[in-house]
């Protein structure tokens, strides 16, 4: 296929498509009083408004987005297996992109009238800034996040204006719509009308109400730098406690590092997501067995410091030790402790811990 193969104008294309996506297309560009029109007096009408309708989808253009989208204007199309169902459908509604058959294979091709404009906007200073302010945003946004695991709206607002993350184009519910355009093409957030959450957090309205009931916690401080980082990494930096357990396990039980990793990954998300000690290890020893009860003691030991230095969003970002070691007296703030000596054994045996490796 060359790129003049692949050559439709937004004449050609929007017939293609239903009155549905006309009318996605017309309200992402909140173009109004047109919602009674037929079909072919809504393409007119489309067509005649393609640059506000550019203008718009420039406003909340990342860098990822933009770079696939300048790929595409060179070429004209994309193959369809090289893009997801929700990006697709977020080109779609901009009207920058659309699905199509060509000579038997599926592709995603870009109408003639935008492949220069944004081949010109890769040069223009003025986009490029835009772009940048949004990827930072979104990056300081998943570190907010990552970090305290559920936040309202409004104190998702407040955190980033104190961030300096609101400007003249990016504020109220600019920064809203922003976010929502991210996850619509991600789906990287859980949104409801009241909060945002982290798709790992399992209960979010159960989180939230336990962050409420911790008002004497203040949130651990964070920088626009650190955020950012955390936000372009998409997961915690490993802690000194998570890289000696790494390396136990390893050397102790011979498995795999990259097993290793992804087993600890899903642990530390049921430790943040406040599953008993009980429950976290009986989630990781299904994995391993013990040739002694003084491994056993020595797995559970390796858990509890684990445990005990994992920032928690139930405790605004701090882990259990720092809660301990600052706040004293703020008894309601569960620190995680060994197994009791009444709780089933984690070396699977079944008997009670006391009777057991806890002996």
């Not at 050559?7 to 009674?36: C, W």
């Not at 396990?249 to 011979?254: A, E, M, Q």
Request: charged fraction near 30%; aromatic fraction near 8%; charge should be negative.
């Amino acid at each position: 296929m060359t790129a003049h193969e692949m050559d439709y104008t937004l004449n050609e294309i929007l017939p293609t498509v239903t009155k549905y996506e006309l009318d996605k297309i017309r309200k992402f560009a909140d173009i109004k009083g047109v919602s009674k029109l037929n079909k072919p007096k809504l393409i007119e009408v489309l067509v005649e408004e393609q640059q506000l309708l550019f203008d718009g989808a420039m406003q909340m253009m990342d860098r990822v987005r933009f770079d696939e989208l300048k790929r595409m204007a060179k070429s004209g199309y994309m193959e369809y297996a090289h893009a997801n169902r929700l990006r697709i459908g977020w080109y779609m509604k901009t009207s920058l992109a659309f699905p199509t058959n060509f000579e038997g294979k599926q592709v995603v091709v870009m109408p003639d009238e935008y492949r220069s404009r944004i081949l010109e906007a890769a040069q223009d200073l003025d986009a490029q800034r835009i772009i940048k302010e949004n990827d930072e945003l979104i990056f300081v946004t998943k570190g907010l996040l990552e970090t305290f695991g559920v936040l309202r709206w409004t104190e998702l607002y407040e955190k980033l204006e104190t961030l300096g993350m609101v400007n003249q184009r990016l504020q109220g519910s600019t920064v809203t719509r922003l976010i929502m355009e991210f996850n619509e093409f991600e789906d990287y957030f859980e949104v409801t009308d009241n909060w945002i959450s982290d798709l790992m957090v399992d209960e979010p309205e159960e989180m939230l109400a336990g962050i409420d009931a911790r008002p004497s916690i203040k949130p651990v401080p964070v920088t626009k730098e650190q955020l950012l980082e955390l936000g372009k990494r998409g997961e915690l930096a490993k802690t000194k406690e998570y890289e000696r357990f790494e390396k136990y396990l390893v050397k102790t039980f011979r498995v795999a590092k990259e097993d290793v990793q992804d087993l600890l990954g899903l642990t530390v998300i049921d430790i943040r997501n406040e599953l008993t000690f009980h429950e976290v290890i009986q989630n990781l020893v299904e994995s391993f067995e013990f040739s002694s009860k003084a491994e056993a003691a020595e797995f559970t030991s390796y858990v509890t410091k684990l445990a005990n230095s994992t920032p928690r969003w139930l405790l605004k970002g701090h882990a259990p030790n720092d809660i301990s070691r600052n706040e004293p007296v703020a008894a309601a703030t569960p620190v995680t402790k060994a197994v009791g000596r009444n709780e089933p054994c984690p070396c699977g045996s079944g008997k009670k811990y006391k009777k057991c490796c806890g002996k």
